[in-house]
């Protein structure tokens, strides 16, 4: 990933306009805003069209092992939409979108968009509360193994590290679920018998939170640890570390006021792109904690298919995507002054 | 390195107090659950692990099975499927008649049910109920095809409803419609509308119990009627816990998180067997699992569509790979036991339609008979011990099935094994449930793993094999299973649609799966048995269908969770699941404190010299 970047900043040194100071900035960022602009119209477009690809046939999935004759699934398809011309469909949906209009369900027959909205939110909270813990954990463990490094810290850490990356998250969320034994909720985000008010509620979300958000932590931190780790290594044979350790300064100065900022770089690159995917869920972990959260709407979609829930979930995640990276860009030029005064 | 370690002891200072500080609020919280505890009358709840989803209540429109069941719950009948047979008893209606034409129904509404607003309930409710379906096409999105061939709906007073058909309709007896309060669907216009979901709406209704809290995807909640008319269930609550992983379900009973599971697999059955505080139960299923032969199956407009092997069209050679499947090692070793022999499209929970082959039809596994079968069919043994057709074609097959299912990979793997023993060599295609049903609705597979639930009334599972049933040239528009079409089985067919003597039409029903069987288009393995698992120490005992062997919650009715009996009050009581929150979180919290704490110090004393100031 951060070689990635690291080509793409290569080929916006040579971009003339970058030498051009204020103007030169504002360009920049004209330029890649209506970059992420088009992307997300392509994503509208494709999204649509690879949905149809899809195998299965909604309201087979909706009539299957329920008496239904002929003449009510013709009437179903009619109700739903989908006995219209594919490109009358694509026309209806595009010109929705621009009114907020994501379409309806064809399970839950409810609008598209309060589907993702009620789902937004707990997947925000339990991927994102992960993430953050996550890079806290994975950073703190990175910058000390990096120093360490082959020290029994270094390879213990990393060792762990890299199970942990390597274990299924489903088979490490329902080894908590019995070894725990009950002292957390197994599935869902509240609890019917949780008291009204909103700390009752709050405690009560936390309460479910625990789980599902240990098993992503421990998945996810490695991710962290590991680019920290080796762009820290990285940085550490560099000249000017020499430099400010001669100029006295104590040794975890020099780690953290010149060797950490440096290495954070490619770092920053990732946790931006891990935020685009927040948004995302871990499907697996959503399953075996039946967290109510976009993941398993993604995945219940698929079965029908449900297609304009497929659709407007494609287009949010990807709409997640693309702004992130468009941020990381835009950061990546703050951070960076090389980049800037190139 | 001493501003380091000063901030590090500042933030485990921040968190130890933030720990304690918390503390009292456990305090409080525990102390608060104490006397909660000690309070004499706590409700009696029942849980249920719900493993599949719901789409939405509106009883019109819901169609997934746990809906529908949401609906059995709340909502009264005209007449329901008994608990001890599984065949129609009163409901909503006390008795019913019929005229001599057969074509005109009517209902006798008792007068002492109420809607949970106190409003009572009478055949206006009914009526309007089924001319709503008759008018609007929405309505008719769940429950259609029962009122298809309605001519008028009316009520001539509060105790009486009357139903004239076109055309005789056998299922009469049991519609499957839930009747809904006029007061409160009349007013609303389009029944598509999201809030036909609200509590304002499915919250008045008449059933064995109310719905008192719905969030979707997550839990239902429902208090006890009571005002039910057959009597208030013996819990006082009931709540249906979404659980999107069967394991983690499984789990949450041994935990004794949730009280009652169904749709266990036969491992999970066994694991759970012998447990402390558990009680399995193994009931007669209304599902079948059979194979489909594709015999050269036609659209509706009798046109070939598909790509299945034209060999299959010979039914000497259908009758032979019948004959070469062993549903006894099916239901042996890859139901575990958990199953019951296939016969007709009708399993043996609905005792008066299931038909067995008689010993001398029957197509007994035996792969030496089916080898000789087809030596005399002129399917020669090439080099490599796979037939040839008489016109040529290898004896190859494809067998598709769900990737996901172990029934599938495993029957897969017996069947082609036992097809290889006569001659024929079959290639396994195992895909997606999606890609499956685009598979088998567009007629390209060979053989097919397929396989449905059944209805206590016959003519479902019986349609599913008429020409009308077939899809049309874009394979959409119907739902067949077997593609079969065949002028003596419809015949069959629409005579029990249309005869209302019981066992007069229970005859043509068995009839008509004799036909079936003997044209070897399918071969039913086994009806699966319904695996479920409850809480013993919480619940003594659940009114079973059909009695005395039947499931607890996988029924066409209510029965299960309205005769639940709580084990004692004590026991059963319902202990608070989010109860001891506050408690845990700060637990988790010293924990956390301890684990960073800990790691900390560790870090420091695992420093090197060098690192050391």
Redesign the interface.
């Known amino acids: 990933m951060s070689q990635a970047f690291t080509s793409g900043q290569a080929s916006a040194l040579v971009d003339p306009d970058q030498r051009r100071g204020g103007t030169g900035t504002l360009r920049f960022i004209l330029t890649k805003v209506a970059e992420a602009a088009a992307s997300i119209v392509l994503v509208i477009v494709l999204g649509f069209f690879l949905f149809r690809l899809?195998?299965?046939?909604p309201?087979?999935?909706?009539?299957?092992?329920?008496?239904?004759?002929?003449?009510?699934?013709?009437?179903?398809?009619q109700?739903l939409g989908i006995d219209k011309p594919v490109l009358a469909q694509f026309g209806n949906y595009f010109v929705g979108l621009f009114r907020g209009d994501f379409g309806?369900s064809y399970?839950?027959?409810?609008?598209v968009i309060?589907m993702i909205g009620?789902?937004l939110w707990p997947t925000v909270l339990l991927v994102g509360s992960a993430t953050v813990l996550a890079i806290a954990l994975g950073l703190w463990l990175g910058i000390?193994a990096a120093?360490?490094r082959d020290?029994?810290?270094d390879r213990a850490q990393t060792g762990i590290a890299l199970t942990l990356w390597s274990v299924p998250q489903?088979w490490l969320g329902?080894l908590l679920?019995?070894v725990t034994?009950?002292?957390?909720?197994?599935?869902?985000?509240?609890?019917?018998?949780?008291?009204p008010g909103f700390f009752?509620q709050g405690?009560?979300v936390?309460?479910h939170l625990?789980l599902p958000c240990v098993t992503l932590l421990a998945v996810f931190y490695a991710q962290y640890m590991l680019v920290m780790r080796s762009s820290l290594l990285g940085e550490m044979n560099a000249d000017y570390l020499t430099t400010a350790r001669a100029k006295g300064l104590?040794?975890?100065m020099v780690r953290r006021h010149h060797a950490v900022p440096n290495a954070l770089l490619p770092t920053v690159t990732l946790v931006f792109m891990q935020f685009g995917m927040v948004v995302s869920g871990a499907v697996t972990v959503?399953?075996?904690?039946?967290w109510?959260g976009l993941g398993?709407l993604t995945y219940?979609a698929?079965?029908g298919?449900d297609l304009p829930v497929l659709q407007g979930v494609f287009v949010v995640l990807a709409g997640a995507v693309v702004l992130m990276n468009m941020l990381a860009e835009l950061l990546y030029r703050v951070l960076d002054p090389r980049v800037r005064t190139a | 390195m001493k501003h380091v370690q000063s901030r590090v002891s500042r933030v485990i200072a921040v968190l130890t107090a933030g720990t304690l500080a918390m503390l009292p609020l456990a305090g409080t919280a525990a102390a608060q659950q104490q006397v909660h505890q000690q309070q004499p009358a706590q409700p009696k709840v029942l849980r249920v692990a719900l493993t599949t989803g719901i789409d939405h209540l509106n009883p019109f429109t819901a169609s997934l099975a746990a809906s529908t069941q949401v609906g059995r719950f709340i909502y009264e009948f005209l007449t329901i499927p008994s608990a001890d047979k599984a065949e129609a008893s009163p409901a909503l209606a006390e008795s019913w008649t019929t005229s001599p034409d057969k074509l005109t129904w009517t209902f006798k509404v008792r007068q002492n049910a109420k809607w949970t607003d106190g409003q009572p309930v009478t055949a206006k409710d009914a009526a309007f109920t089924f001319n709503r379906m008759l008018s609007d096409e929405t309505a008719r999105t769940a429950n259609g095809n029962y009122v298809a061939n309605f001519q008028s709906v009316t009520a001539p007073d509060a105790g009486t409803l009357v139903i004239k058909t076109k055309a005789v309709q056998s299922s009469m007896d049991l519609l499957d419609v839930p009747i809904v309060p006029e007061h409160v669907w009349a007013p609303i216009k389009d029944l598509n509308d999201p809030k036909t979901d609200d509590l304002s709406v499915i919250g008045v209704s008449d059933g064995p119990y109310q719905l008192t809290e719905y969030k979707q995807n997550e839990y239902l909640k429902f208090k006890a009627n009571k005002d039910y008319w057959r009597g208030a269930p013996k819990v006082d609550e009931l709540q249906l816990l979404i659980f999107k992983d069967v394991e983690s379900a499984v789990n949450a009973l041994k935990q004794g998180e949730v009280d009652v599971i169904n749709r266990l697999t036969p491992t999970q059955f066994d694991a759970l067997q012998g447990q402390p505080n558990i009680a399995t139960n193994k009931a007669p299923g209304r599902r079948y699992n059979e194979i489909n032969l594709n015999f050269g199956v036609e659209n509706n407009q009798n046109q070939p569509i598909g790509n299945g092997n034209p060999v299959l069209k010979d039914l000497r050679l259908r009758k032979a790979i019948a004959q070469a499947i062993d549903p006894k090692t099916i239901v042996d070793k890859v139901m575990g036991g958990y199953g019951q022999l296939g016969g007709g499209v009708i399993p043996p929970i609905y005792s008066a339609y299931h038909w067995d082959p008689p010993a001398n039809e029957a197509m007994k596994f035996d792969i030496a008979a089916a080898n000789t079968a087809l030596d005399q069919a002129g399917y020669v043994k090439g080099q490599d011990g796979i037939r040839v057709a008489p016109g040529g074609a290898r004896l190859e097959l494809r067998l598709t099935g769900h990737a996901n299912r172990p029934f599938d990979q495993r029957t897969a793997q017996y069947v082609s094994g036992w097809l290889h023993d006569i001659g024929i060599s079959v290639k396994q295609e195992l895909v997606s449930d999606e890609e499956l049903n685009d598979r088998t609705n567009a007629g390209n597979y060979d053989l097919a793993i397929s396989g449905y639930a059944t209805n206590p009334d016959p003519d479902y599972a019986l349609a599913l094999h008429t020409c009308a049933g077939r899809p049309n040239a874009e394979g959409k528009g119907a739902t067949t299973d077997t593609f079969f079409c065949d002028p003596q089985y419809d015949a069959l067919y629409a005579k029990q649609l249309t005869e209302t003597d019981p066992a007069t039409r229970a005859g043509y029903v068995k009839q008509a799966q004799a036909r079936l069987y003997s044209q070897a288009v399918n071969v039913v393995l086994d009806y699966d048995n319904s695996l479920e698992a409850y809480r013993s120490d919480k619940f003594s005992s659940f009114e079973k269908q059909p009695q005395p062997d039947g499931s607890i919650l996988e029924q066409t009715g209510y029965w299960g969770v309205y005769g639940a009996v709580p084990a004692g009050s004590e026991a059963a009581a319902g202990d608070s699941g989010g109860s001891n929150t506050v408690l845990w979180i700060v637990i988790g919290v010293v924990v956390v404190v301890v684990l960073v704490g800990g790691g900390v110090l560790i870090g420091r004393r695992g420093k090197s010299a060098d690192d050391r100031e």
Not at chain 1, 107 to 111: D, H, Q, V
Not at chain 1, 181 to 194: T, W, Y
Not at chain 1, 286 to 290: H, K, L, N, Y
């Open positions: 899809l195998p299965g046939d309201v087979a999935f909706m009539v299957r092992e329920r008496p239904t004759d002929p003449h009510q699934i013709a009437e179903l398809r109700q309806t399970i839950e027959r409810r609008p309060d009620e789902r000390r120093w360490k020290s029994f810290f489903f329902l679920l019995v034994n009950g002292v957390f909720p197994s599935r869902g985000m509240h609890s019917p018998d949780a008291g009752a405690l009560d936390l309460h625990v104590r040794e975890d959503e399953a075996v904690f039946s109510p398993q219940d698929l079965h298919p």
